[in-house]
């Protein structure tokens, strides 16, 4: 009995594996562009997990005698005004971009979606009260809101990164999500098992997050990826008016700023590549996302 039950489970997983990879083939080729995306920010990833084993230079380490040396063999990619090799910052740099981006978009996308599930679900009064106070949230720019936010909550570092930083980001994320995620659960709560979920004496919590939130998944991770990228480009751009990350902590944002726009005619490296790591980042997760949201989208499957 044992043996057999074991083997079962073993062709359970050997069937399982095949259909994995056909997804994942069937993504690589009906979204080659998002495919690419994929690997670009796997590679980004898995450079910013491993900065302190492939990067060349201690980041914060100040060496005059290197300062604003061009790129060459020494430095790929050149020193700063303090001498401090702007690959190995660039490498550092990812990881904070990386992790502020995902945990800012992964807060700001779920608290998102649990408003605008529960705004769609209970309807009335509630519904109203949370789309008016994401029309005012909406009707704000976004780089506006994330400055009044950071203002307000100052800084608290927790693990190295800044926690209300993260949540300025997190913040204008929120009602976006909320809008886009209430649009398809209105949809869904008019469905016959929804019905059915009432009638039967569920719970409002298991009918939302068993019935209602898995089919909702799918505009959930397109919000999330998309704005992902978001978050990474608001993040450097508070780094560069200097409410975001702060000195001598390697950011992306960081290097653009300061005396870094002081030196562009003579040191122009200093500015260009941390600029295009920025904007390599930005468009990776935005192919990625424009390929999530085709290819799950119900009509694509049925071509």
Partial sequence: MTFSATTDMQAAGLRARPGMRRKIARFVVTQPLGAAGLVTVLVMAIAGALSPYIAPYDPVAISFGDMLSPPSWEHPLGTDNFGRDILSRILYGARTAI?????????????????????????????????????????????????????????????????????????????????????????????????????????????????????????????LTAFIAQAILLEASLSFLGLGVTEPTPAWGLMLAGNAVDFYRQAPWMIIFPGLAISLAVFAFNLLGDSLRDWLDPKSRLR
């Fill in 99 to 223: 992790v502020m981006g995902l945990m800012s978009a992964l807060i700001g996308s779920t608290l998102g979606a649990i408003l605008g599930v529960a705004s769609a679900y209970f309807g009335g009064v509630i519904d109203l009260l949370i789309q008016r106070a994401v029309d005012i949230f909406l009707s704000l720019p976004i780089i506006v809101l994330a400055l009044v936010v950071v203002a307000m909550l100052g800084r608290n570092l927790v693990l190295g990164f800044d926690f209300n930083l993260i949540l300025a980001i997190a913040i204008p994320i929120v009602p976006n999500v909320a809008r886009v995620v209430r649009s398809s659960a209105l949809s869904i709560r008019e469905m016959a098992y929804i019905d059915a979920a009432r009638v039967a004496g569920y719970r409002t919590s298991r009918i939302i997050f068993r019935h209602m939130a898995p089919n909702l998944m799918a505009p959930y991770l397109i919000m």
